[in-house]
């Protein structure tokens, strides 16, 4: 499972309160003049931001960073984050799960310039099997040693999606693989394929 999303006013939504709800933090919304309290949500088990090489520090803090995002997207459209939601493998550690998500958000979005503010989380499944996933939101913008710029709409583009979610499959099959874990994971559809199946 690998979905791309866009987090945007239009749909009545902040970035800030996607952040704490993804972070299971508190976090003060100064455009809305409200703190979104999510800190109760019991299934968090790791969190960071990953700055690209070059960007202010202060966006290290998460309510600093999507409180700055909300501040300079001045429409009521505006598109404000992008949300990258994928699973991992249940079968790996916590730790190989903390190590896949770091390299694959530092390879597939950092390295291009992006902000990650990463939050793993882990659920149950309705018959009580881990469901081990990754919330990832992305800034928009390039982001210089001053702070945004402009936003850069290659990233927008179904190549990018490709792209995303075929490097996610090569990081995870090298993970299983270097964990000796016979199982593999394809991006490609069961159409693709050429598998007569209905997609679940």
């Known amino acids: 499972h690998c979905a791309v999303k866009i987090i945007g006013r239009a749909d009545g939504r902040s970035a800030v309160a996607s952040a704490a709800y993804r972070a299971c933090d508190t976090l003060h919304d100064e455009r809305l003049g409200r703190s979104h309290n999510y800190a109760d949500k019991p299934d968090l088990f790791h969190s960071e931001i990953m700055l690209p090489a070059g960007a202010p520090e202060r966006f290290a803090d998460r309510a600093t960073l999507w409180n700055e995002v909300e501040r300079i997207e001045k429409r009521k459209d505006a598109q404000l984050a992008r949300e990258v939601e ?13 190590r896949l998500a770091r390299e694959f958000v530092a390879e597939a979005f950092v390295s291009r310039g992006m902000i990650a503010d990463i939050n ?31 936003k850069e709409r290659a990233w927008n583009s179904k190549q990018f999606v490709n792209h995303t979610r075929e490097l996610l499959a090569v990081r995870t099959n090298q993970a299983l693989a270097a964990n000796g874990i016979e199982a593999r994971v394809d ?10 199946l209905t997609p679940q």
């Open 86 to 98: 994928f699973a991992l493998p249940r079968e790996l550690s916590t730790a190989e799960r903390i």
């Open 187 to 196: 991006h490609r559809s069961y159409a693709d394929r050429g598998i007569d």
């Open 120 to 150: 793993l989380h882990v659920t149950k499944t309705a018959d009580g099997q881990e469901k081990p996933h990754a919330h990832v939101m992305l800034s928009m913008r390039h982001v210089t040693e001053v702070g945004f710029g402009l």
